[in-house]
């Protein structure tokens, strides 16, 4: 059973930085390596949406909206994933949270962290 602690969160003004951290936990350093890696956001009254992926092979993915502005990264060794987050906006306030993913015999199996507040104001 693979756990997920986020960590880096807190309250920022429009343009400033946060870097938000992921811990696994449960697992092996080469089994985690195997998981796909992402960063989903959630803000009040909407659905959960994808922020950005990184593949096993550290093939990144980012919606739209953050393209150019925030950067995922991982660390096999420490098992930990991050998300850079440049130029904050407004709209970037949502409770952030970290996913880990593995397909198993056909099934993809999700995990995912408490989430961390991320609150941009000024």
């Known amino acids: 059973q693979v756990q997920l602690v986020e960590s880096g969160g807190g309250l920022v003004q429009p343009g400033g930085s946060l870097r938000l951290s992921c811990t696994a936990s449960?697992?092996?350093?080469?089994?985690?390596?195997?998981?796909?890696m992402g960063w989903y956001r959630q803000a009040p009254g909407t659905q959960r949406e994808l922020v950005a992926t990184?593949?096993?092979?550290?093939?990144?993915n980012y919606a739209d909206s953050v393209k150019g502005r925030f950067t995922i990264s991982r660390d096999n060794d420490k098992k930990m994933v991050y998300l850079q987050m440049n130029g904050l906006e407004f709209e970037d306030t949502a409770v952030y949270y970290c996913?880990?993913?593995?397909?198993?015999?056909?099934?993809?199996?999700?995990?995912w962290g408490q989430g961390t507040q991320v609150t941009v104001s000024s």
């Open positions: 990184i593949t096993s092979g550290s093939r990144t």
């Open positions: 996913n880990a993913a593995i397909t198993v015999f056909s099934k993809r199996v999700d995990y």
């Open positions: 449960g697992i092996s350093g080469s089994a985690f390596s195997v998981y796909a």
